[in-house]
């Protein structure tokens, strides 16, 4: 992590916030859309001759399997991190599913990964993996990583990670009046 001097003597923000995008999440989407308008066109328009089964197969297939894409996808466009007095919040996509909340009191440490990849974690999005923990992953790059009391680890990519680790420690720093009891 780069030191920045000046940043230390100021107060940290009440509550910081980070976002990363990953815009070719939209291309996954518009295959998941041209997919649907292929099971719409299979089902309004066909001259299908071999059966009414094979072609509801083929509609709800293709419409089933635009919908995965398109939701899947559009779930993991972006992801927001929101960190407060009292948790780590993270939510992802445009209606924040899937949302995790990690209160501070959980949080061990934080660190700073400079090299979080999709490749890493077995691809974007909500990844667990048992010898590395969890977490959100929508684009390779800067990243997060929170260490929690009970072994586990969450990791989520965001812009301006280093800004984020410092206000976490900070945070998990005792204050004055805790020291004095």
Not at 21 to 37: E, H, P, V
Not at 54 to 69: E, H, Y
Not at 86 to 91: A, D, G, P
Request: charged fraction near 20%; glycine fraction near 10%; hydrophobic fraction near 45%.
């Amino acid at each position: 992590m780069r030191d920045h001097p000046h940043r230390h003597s100021a107060k940290p923000p009440d509550v910081w916030t980070g976002r990363a995008t990953n815009r070719m999440q939209w291309l996954l989407a518009l295959g998941g859309a041209a997919c649907m308008a292929l099971g719409i066109e299979l089902a309004v328009d066909s001259a299908w001759s071999s059966g009414a089964a094979p072609l509801v197969m083929s509609v709800v297939g293709c419409i089933a399997a635009g919908l995965l894409v398109l939701f899947g996808t559009l779930a993991f466009v972006h992801v927001d991190l929101r960190l407060d007095r009292e948790c780590v919040e993270v939510r992802c996509g445009h209606i924040g599913v899937p949302r995790r909340r990690i209160p501070l009191s959980q949080v061990a440490g934080a660190e700073y990964d400079a090299h979080v990849t999709p490749r890493h974690w077995g691809g974007w999005g909500y990844r667990w993996r048992p010898e590395r923990g969890t977490a959100v992953v929508v684009r390779r790059g800067e990243g997060v990583v929170l260490r929690l009391w009970d072994g586990h680890t969450f990791t989520v990519t965001v812009d301006d990670a280093e800004s984020a680790v410092r206000v976490i420690r900070d945070r998990l720093r005792p204050g004055p009046s805790a020291a004095s009891h």
